[in-house]
């Protein structure tokens, strides 16, 4: 039986209008995902006309009680379909143009697409009604309400208040410009704009009163406003428009609901206020009120005039900036810096400066900490050591807590209870107490290592990480190698969660709300905030299973699923144990599941691709090997489609360290491919993909690469008698460019290759600028990726054996290289060396460059092209096809 989209392709026009083709796809889900059909037609070879079919699977929200589930899916042409479905009939909508929506309870789902316009689905009656021009919106917090930001009839924007359950609707001002809700009070601030005045309320959703803030002519205008976080007061800027910049400044207002009373922060009026700087707010400098609504944080930038390109560039080696970031920064004059205001004592300071121009804030924000990252500048890594120092800014007093302190701000993290700093150090995790000033060691005494000690690059010691706090009674979650931990601030008690050590399992906690998941906080992060009382889901993977489990205070671990398959999105339900995922494997595409309890039975709500079923499709296998040095890895084996075990197939192997975490990841056909290889084009025209770990001695990078993969690739050859050992190719992007143009300066194994953005010259790479970073590339090769682990200059031999450039005369395998001309991480000169020296010998060498392309193809048409040309070079080296016009 064909999809509706099929009969209507066959028998039309190739050019599908936009429209046609989403009622058709649209048709053909719901075709196939809700009614059960099943194909039992004989299934047939895919092609590159098939790929347009395919499409990308993806969870969106489970509604409260888990009766709901939205859903988007996604074409490579662009279209895209949100669906909400009943998780336990068959009552489906389908929203074309839509890709994210909102559940009220289990009544109402709303959703707005490009159009502007706003969905409003009755999920017991299923009437819809759709609100044109709406700009914003919001839902109230007593579930019945909904705030409208509409563009009016008179080119002015309307604000609306919508009861979604009698669809009444109250006009809160026809002159709106902008609105700013809390849902912890019911309260809407929004401001309204007229020829001849711009003015700030408050309305009281529940009473329905409203509240003039502020006023002021039409000079000015308000904006960043800000609530302070229990909706007790608000915070926003006054900003000259036009001409009037140059005459007033910015100023800051702040309003106390309780007290009625509005504060100014005036700069003129301040004494030691900076005028050669400007109010402003920032992603990097925020306006924020503190918790307890005394004090006001918000930016200051310098004017400063524009950079000059045209004078000569000083590039001085002694400099802690590179030239071209030293321009951008002017000893941090053009960066933003934070200031701090008290309203009720009018008093300002700042808390950043040139000195110290980075920072962020402790739990109670009445201290920050602050550093500056060019202390120990310059350096060779990519990031370099830091000073912490504390700040009270009560008192203005600053010292020194952190000395030469991992410069990965991911290893500090800001306590969001009470006053403590947890920091990683010497292989242990510390927490300091800002009462005491004391720092304690917490995990010296657990037996287990908490840093990454098998790590195969040469970088610093690093932890497995620390995801968030318990604040309801002070302690922190800390991850070993396998297991996490919980861990009281002071030290005092610990607790292992999981029992992973035992069996080799990795467990990792899934945020599963907003408040679980890291937030920044300015220069720093605010790790996740967790309750005992919240769902802790834990994910853990082996190589062959991926399981779910929670943690319950009570009960202690609790299993959920685990399954040979690559399961992702978890969303729990927030008011029952019900839970959706999805899962996937190579020969199933993705689909989401759906289970009411641990102990139910799991239902599938919507399988992704249906048409996958049609076709021939390969299978993938998890390979072991054991590399020259004795040590077992494993690789992933990818068979063609329709596989016959009589039939002789050619391989292509695929490097880039360890490849086989990808064992059940389904891969969708296609020509858009930003580094030009799909594995399923390439098992659909009958190829061996092969996927092998890699694993690196430090300073031997290259060997090592070699010595894997050649073991590993001879490991498949002796265990399965179809791959074809006179047909092998080698092909890799990036550092697995790298690799593979090392490989075939090694052996002849490999009868055709490609590498994409490759790394060829470890010398001239090292004495480059990662442009992406502005910084030298020196930490690449001593601390990163590389992995050579020292200088140049105390390793020029390590730097030449490691470098497949001077190993060019011993290339006997024909190369297709490929980059983008604005590769910002590896320059694309290091393709076009390769290239000439390959010339130079007179070895088989075609190079690819895609102008105006960064290190991955962004470019439709340029995805195309290269993923074509890739596959015709195999087909000619490793099929015998007929040679392409462009060789």
Not at 121 to 142: M, N
Not at 302 to 309: A, E, G, S, V
Not at 411 to 424: D, R
């Amino acid at each position: 039986m064909k999809s509706y989209y099929e009969k209507y392709k066959k028998n039309n026009s190739d050019a599908l209008p936009h429209k046609i083709k989403t009622v058709f796809l649209v048709l053909n889900l719901l075709l196939v995902s809700f009614t059960g059909f099943s194909q039992k037609n004989t299934k047939k070879e895919l092609t590159a006309n098939d790929y347009p079919l395919w499409n990308y699977l993806s969870a969106d929200k489970l509604s409260e009680n888990g009766k709901w589930l939205s859903f988007s899916v996604q074409y490579q042409s662009g279209i895209d379909t949100l669906f909400v479905k009943n998780s336990k009939e068959t009552n489906t909508y389908s929203f074309p143009g839509a890709n994210k929506g909102e559940f009220i309870a289990e009544r109402c789902f709303l959703t707005m697409n490009s159009k502007e316009e706003l969905k409003i689905v009755d999920l017991f009656t299923s009437k819809q009604e759709i609100i044109q021009g709406v700009l914003r919106y919001d839902l109230c917090a007593d579930g019945k309400n909904i705030i409208l930001l509409k563009k009016g009839n008179t080119g002015k924007k309307q604000l609306e208040l919508k009861n979604v359950a009698n669809g009444g609707i109250s006009i809160i001002t026809k002159d709106a410009d902008r609105y700013w809700y809390n849902p912890k009070t019911d309260v809407l601030a929004y401001t309204t704009k007229t020829e001849n005045a711009t003015t700030i309320y408050l309305l009281n959703l529940h009473n329905k009163t409203t509240t003039t803030i502020s006023s002021t002519n039409k000079d000015f205008e308000y904006s960043d406003l800000v609530w302070q976080k229990k909706g007790n007061s608000v915070a926003f800027l006054k900003r000259p428009l036009g001409s009037k910049e140059k005459i007033y400044q910015t100023s800051i207002g702040y309003y106390i609901i309780a007290e009625s009373k509005l504060y100014t922060l005036n700069p003129t009026d301040m004494d030691n206020f900076p005028l050669d700087m400007e109010i402003i707010s920032s992603p990097v400098a925020k306006l924020n009120i503190s918790e307890d609504g005394k004090r006001i944080f918000f930016g200051l930038q310098k004017t400063m005039p524009p950079i000059n390109r045209e004078q000569t560039q000083i590039w001085n080696a002694q400099d802690t900036f590179l030239h071209p970031a030293k321009v951008e920064v002017e000893n941090w004059d053009r960066l933003a810096k934070v200031a701090l205001w008290w309203p009720l004592e009018n008093r300002f300071s700042r808390i950043t400066d040139n000195e110290f121009p980075k920072m962020f804030l402790s739990g109670d924000q009445k201290y920050a900490f602050l550093f500056n990252p060019l202390r120990y500048e310059p350096q060779s890594n990519r990031e370099a050591h830091l000073d912490i120092y504390i700040l009270d800014l009560q008192t203005g007093d600053r010292k020194l807590i952190l000395q030469n302190q991992l410069g990965d701000q991911a290893w500090t993290g800001v306590s969001i209870y009470e006053k403590q700093l947890v920091y990683f150090k010497d292989k242990h995790w510390w927490v300091y107490d800002i009462e005491s000033g004391l720092s304690k060691n917490i995990t010296k005494e657990l037996g287990v290592n908490f840093s990454d000690d098998e790590s195969d690059q040469p970088e610093e010691v690093s932890p497995f990480g620390n995801p968030g706090w318990v604040p309801q009674d002070k302690t922190i979650f800390i991850y070993d190698k396998y297991d996490i931990w919980s861990i009281a601030l002071d030290g005092s008690k610990a607790l292992r969660l999981t029992h992973g050590r035992e069996n080799k399992t990795i467990y990792r906690i899934i945020p599963q709300s907003d408040s679980q998941s890291r937030k920044m906080n300015y220069d720093g992060f605010n790790k996740g905030q967790f309750q005992w009382d919240d769902k802790l889901v834990f994910k853990t993977e082996t190589l062959e299973h991926t399981a779910y489990c929670y943690w319950d205070k009570k009960k202690g671990l609790q299993p959920l699923l685990n399954k040979k398959m690559n399961i992702s999105q978890f969303i729990g339900a927030k008011k029952n144990d019900s839970y959706v995922y999805k899962e996937e494997n190579y020969n199933l595409p993705p689909r989401l599941l759906f289970k009411e309890n641990q102990n139910s039975k799991e239902k599938v709500l919507f399988q992704s691709n249906q048409q996958h079923f049609k076709y021939h499709w390969g299978y993938s296998k998890l390979i072991s090997y054991t590399n020259s040095k004795g040590i077992v890895l494993n690789g992933v084996l990818v068979y063609p489609a329709n596989y016959r075990k009589d039939t002789k197939y050619p391989m292509i192997v695929f490097v880039y360290e360890k490849k086989s975490k990808e064992l059940y990841n389904y891969v969708n056909p296609s020509l858009n491919n930003p580094t030009g290889f799909n594995i399923t084009n390439f098992t659909s025209k009958g190829y061996f993909v092969f996927l092998p770990d890699i694993v690196y001695e430090i300073g031997n990078p290259g060997p090592s690469a070699t010595d894997c993969v050649v073991s590993a690739t001879q490991k498949v050859i002796a265990g399965e008698s179809s791959v074809d050992s006179t047909r092998i190719g080698l092909t890799g992007h990036s550092y697995g460019g790298y690799e593979t143009d090392y490989i075939i300066t090694q052996t002849n194994m490999f009868v055709a290759a490609v590498a994409g953005a490759a790394i060829t010259d470890y010398v001239s790479g090292y004495l480059w600028v990662t442009w992406s970073f502005q910084k030298p590339n020196f930490w690449h090769y001593e601390f990163g990726q590389l992995r050579i682990g020292k200088s140049l200059y105390e390793d020029y031999k390590g730097y030449l054996t490691n470098s497949p450039i001077y190993h060019a005369h011993k290339v006997t395998t024909p190369l297709l290289s490929w980059t983008g001309e604005h590769d910002a991480q590896v320059h694309y000169y290091q393709s076009i060396e390769f290239y000439l020296a390959l010339r130079r010998l007179g070895k088989i060498n075609t190079m690819l460059i895609y102008p105006g392309e960064n290190h991955v193809l962004m470019n439709k048409k340029y995805q195309n092209d290269l993923t074509q040309k890739i596959e015709q070079w195999f087909d000619y080296y490793l099929k015998g096809n007929k040679k392409p016009e462009w060789l």
